[in-house]
Nanobody
Framework: VQLQASGGGLVQAGGSLRLSCTIS????????MGWFRQAPGKEREFVAG????????YSADSVKGRFTVSRDNAKNTAYLQMNSLQPEDTAVYYC???????????????????WGQGTQVTVSS
């Protein structure tokens, strides 16, 4: 299973970006997808996740109301829409996946089996 993340870039504070993560499996719809980020000198942290059918979505408190996770199972792709970006959102963003037909979004790295390569998001003040 391979994950391909894209959509990062440089944006001014208050701006928006949309990250995409495509899973290389025809059965990609059966995977719970998560987004994590790692800022320089900090540990990787959970940002948001969505179950295989999209019925359950969960976001970290730090991004609630600003970031929205979604997916398009016809395209085997998950998205992270990031609005009102702030300099503290600057990080490498990773997408992750685990095979699951459950209703729980995992919030820790150990709950995911597959990882993308990361995409840099830089927010200037």
């Amino acid at each position: 299973v391979q994950l391909q993340a894209s959509g990062g870039g440089l944006v001014q504070a208050g701006g928006s970006l949309r990250l995409s993560c495509t899973i290389s499996r025809r059965t990609g719809s059966r995977y719970t997808m998560g987004w994590f980020r790692q800022a320089p000198g900090k540990e990787r942290e959970f940002v948001a996740g969505i179950t295989w059918h999209g019925g359950t979505r969960y976001s970290a408190d730090s991004v609630k109301g600003r970031f929205t996770v979604s997916r398009d199972n016809a395209k085997n792709t998950a998205y992270l829409q990031m609005n009102s970006l702030q300099p503290e959102d600057t990080a490498v963003y990773y997408c992750a996946a685990r095979y699951s037909l459950g209703t729980v979004v995992g919030g820790t790295q150990g709950e995911y089996d597959y990882w993308g390569q990361g995409t840099q998001v830089t927010v200037s003040s």
